[in-house]
Every structure is written in structure tokens, then in C-alpha cells.
């Protein structure tokens, strides 16, 4: 099953976007909900995630400008970028993962297309 981002654009340096990203079956069975980004020739970095108790982690170029959420009751996830930059250009995609006894972490979905997130300086 694959995870479907949505809500990418065409915006100029400065301005805002919300991606959005719905999970299938229940967000209450994904320890773990991540956005990632991906620039043509360049691997797929870590952008943000936030646990299911709604603890938070981001890449640092994006700290203070972009914000990740999650709405259980919607099984729903949520990028809220501002402050955009050309940098920031890229396909951004979102991923769940769950926590292992071992503590490691496993993705529990393949990848989808992402959505293309396009910053004109």
C-alpha cells in the first residue's frame, strides 16, 4: 500500500504551503509518521516526524519554518511549510513507520509518487 502526498505547487520564495498526506486504515497503528523530500540525482533526506504521543524532529534547514502534524481522527498528516525557499524545491513524500522491539524502525508502506514542491526565487 502506498502513501499518496498531496498539496505540492509552483510558489515564489516566501510564500507558504500545507501538504497533506492520508494514511490508510488507522494513524493509530503508526508509531511514527515522516515527510521526506527528493531532488533529481539526490537520496530522499529526512525532513520532519512526529511521533504518535506528537513528539517532533526536523531537518535542520527547516527548523522554525516548517511544522509537522497529525490529526488521528482523520488519519491524516501534514507538512505546513513557510517561509519557502528555492532550496526547498524537490518531491516531497511521506512515509509511517513502526518502532521494532528491537527499536529499530520499519516503514510500513511502500513509497508513492510524492508531490513536487517547486520554490521561484
Known amino acids: 500500500v502506498q502513501l499518496q502526498a498531496s498539496g505540492g505547487g509552483v510558489v515564489q520564495a516566501g510564500e507558504s504551503l500545507r501538504l497533506s498526506c492520508v494514511v490508510p486504515?488507522?494513524?493509530?497503528?503508526?508509531?511514527?509518521m515522516d515527510w521526506y523530500r527528493q531532488v533529481p540525482g539526490g537520496r530522499r533526506e529526512l525532513v520532519a516526524a512526529?511521533?504518535?504521543?506528537?513528539?517532533?524532529k526536523y531537518e535542520d534547514s527547516v527548523k522554525d519554518r516548517f511544522a509537522i502534524s497529525r490529526d488521528n481522527a482523520k488519519n491524516m498528516v501534514y507538512l505546513q511549510m513557510r517561509s519557502l525557499k528555492p532550496e526547498d524545491t524537490a518531491v516531497y513524500y511521506c512515509?509511517?513507520?513502526?518502532?521494532?522491539?528491537?527499536?529499530?524502525?520499519?516503514?510500513?508502506?511502500?513509497w508513492g509518487q510524492g508531490t513536487q514542491v517547486t520554490v521561484s526565487s
Open positions: 512515509m509511517g513507520e513502526r518502532l521494532e522491539a528491537g527499536g529499530e524502525l520499519d516503514h510500513l508502506f511502500a
Open positions: 486504515g488507522s494513524i493509530d497503528n503508526v508509531d511514527v
Open positions: 512526529i511521533t504518535s504521543l506528537g513528539a517532533t
